[in-house]
């Protein structure tokens, strides 16, 4: 937790006063000024590019069960070509390499969460995306660590029962944006998760 405290810190520091006015950054902006502090010396942890979370690289035995805005849906649903919890405990690998950013209990309809971001440099668009893994049985890796492309983050599960066993699978370019609810009618901050995927399959800039 003391990384995410730092960047609450550099968030409220950002905001001053002057007498004629008061001047308050976009927390998406003061986010990535806080992770490029964060990733120097970690050039290693920048993105070559992106895999699929299950069935790595390319999600071999799974579909895709309800993709990006099918039914205002923020993301898309992997599944175990088996169907039903045949999938539970199956790995979930990280898309890319980046620093984990969160990894917890979210609570009901959520269960374990991990959230991770990933630098960019050479892709041409954004400077951050952040992916963002849902309904976890366990979770295998700390926050606050940074990872590999392929590093097993966590396992399928059902949010405690909450549904049939699969992994809810986001990408977002503002990584400022709160946890939300899976379902939404303004997308706005958010990627189609598999069309950023098979697009940036290797960052220009590492071939």
């Excluded at 599960?157 to 990408?171: I, V």
Aim: proline share 4%; net charge negative.
């Amino acid at each position: 937790m003391k990384y995410i405290y730092f960047l609450s810190i550099l968030f409220f520091i950002s905001c001053w006063s002057k007498p004629e006015e008061i001047i308050i950054e976009d927390p998406k902006v003061v986010l990535e000024r806080a992770y490029d502090t964060l990733f120097v010396g970690k050039e290693r942890y920048i993105s070559d590019g992106f895999d699929f979370p299950v069935g790595k690289p390319n999600a071999k035995g799974y579909y895709n069960a309800q993709g990006f805005l099918t039914n205002h849906h923020l993301g898309d649903d992997w599944n175990g070509l088996g169907g039903g919890d045949t999938d539970i405990g199956l790995p979930i690998y990280s898309v890319s390499h980046g620093l984990v950013t969160y990894a917890g209990d979210a609570g009901e309809g959520w269960g374990n969460v991990i959230r991770v971001v990933h630098k960019l440099e050479g892709q041409g668009f954004f400077n951050y995306v952040e992916s963002l893994y849902a309904h976890c049985d366990e979770i295998t890796i700390e926050e606050g660590k940074f990872i590999r492309k392929g590093t097993k983050i966590g396992t399928i599960g059902n949010a405690d029962g909450y549904y049939k066993a699969h992994l809810h699978f986001e990408m977002r370019h503002n990584v400022a944006l709160p946890l939300g609810g899976g379902y939404a009618y303004d997308y706005e901050g958010y990627l189609n998760p598999t069309l950023f995927i098979e697009a940036n399959r290797k960052i220009p800039m590492f071939n």
